[in-house]
């Protein structure tokens, strides 16, 4: 995009056009950052696939934008992993359209496979050449390449170069299945599922060669079971079940159409009796209590005025607060409200 960004060049002009008074005609280079930035890399549209009289997927549409990393969740047997599949090209769909970098698969399978990378769920590695000879034998593969040390660097396994990949752990072997995604330099990645079965620390790794990946430009498709995950790295989340698409939008949007109650949650040093006490104190705000010995669950729409107004009480009433938390709603909540289903591995 450039040394500034398409967005700050963009300022620059219009404040340089706002300044002078007169309207100034946008750059060639500036429009072309903006095409750029709103370009459509990948279109699916009406997707269907059945394996016998099981709809797997049932007409799922979606667009995905350059430097979007757009994530797929569901349960189980939702249609995700068919969906992905029919995407890479690995499956057919029944009926429906994929158009992925303007191209086709039916006339153009060649020049996408040479655009896209895929990280699936089990990756094959040569167990026994090292990390460096494994990135080496798929930069062979391909035309155009990136330097082997800059992957390595960009996966954070330059210190492993020389190891076999049988003596890598669980979090590196995943890393270096990314950098093999990632050696022909592609547009569009798709991420299957990259962080599963990792400890915390190496799963945190992941998602800093994620973000990275954006930063240089790069487009994601990302499946997870971890809804900290998608929400802390998603620009926009796809929610699949039973084979159709329930809702596309940011995590924070579709946080905040779930509801607007956050939890309040408190505790008394004088026991049940004080949080009886305070129980009876209803405020407007306030939709529900709940109250399990000395402790209280409330739920609020507007939780500063209703902790205002429980605090003034509670200093008034020479009650003492032990402990107090408020609760924000997250993309498990809105999963479940969606599918109904708890997560489940």
Not at 178 to 198: K, Q, R, V, W, Y
Request: glycine fraction near 8%.
């Amino acid at each position: 995009m450039g040394p500034f960004g398409g967005y700050r060049v963009f300022a620059i002009i219009v404040g340089s056009a706002m300044d002078s008074g007169q309207p100034k005609k946008r750059s060639g280079v500036t429009r072309k950052m903006e095409q750029l930035a709103q370009e459509v890399v990948l279109e699916v549209s009406k997707l269907r696939k059945t394996f016998g009289k099981v709809t797997a997927v049932e007409e799922i549409s979606f667009k995905v934008e350059r430097g979007e990393i757009f994530t797929i969740i569901g349960p189980n047997g939702a249609g995700k992993t068919t969906t992905l599949e029919m995407i890479e090209g690995l499956q057919l769909p029944d009926e429906g359209k994929i158009i992925i970098l303007n191209k086709s698969w039916a006339g153009q399978a060649d020049e996408i496979k040479l655009q896209i990378g895929v990280q699936p769920q089990a990756s094959a590695l040569f167990d026994l050449l090292t990390v460096e000879e494994n990135l080496e034998v798929f930069a062979s593969f391909y035309d155009r390449q990136l330097p082997v040390k800059e992957i390595m660097s960009l996966i954070n396994l330059t210190d492993h170069r020389g190891k076999r990949v049988v003596k890598l752990s669980g979090g590196q072997k995943q890393r270096l299945a990314i950098g093999l995604a990632i050696i022909n330099d592609p547009d569009l990645i798709f991420l299957d599922e990259p962080t599963t079965g990792l400890d915390p620390q190496a799963r945190r790794n992941i998602w800093d060669i994620i973000l990275k990946l954006k930063q240089l430009g790069k487009t994601t498709i990302l499946t997870t079971h971890y809804m900290e995950e998608a929400e802390k790295l998603s620009d926009r989340v796809c929610i699949v079940d039973q084979g159709s698409i329930v809702a596309v939008d940011t995590p924070q949007a579709l946080i905040g159409h779930l509801t607007k109650e956050r939890e309040i949650h408190l505790s008394f040093t004088g026991g049940e009796a004080e949080a009886q006490q305070v129980e009876s104190l209803v405020h407007p705000s306030v939709t529900h209590v709940e109250r399990n010995g000395n402790r209280l669950v409330l739920w609020s729409v507007q939780p500063e005025l209703t902790l205002h107004h429980l605090f003034s009480y509670t200093i008034e009433q020479s009650i003492q607060v032990e402990q107090v938390s408020i609760r924000e709603m997250s993309l498990e909540d809105v999963f479940i409200a969606f599918t109904g289903k708890e997560w489940r591995d």
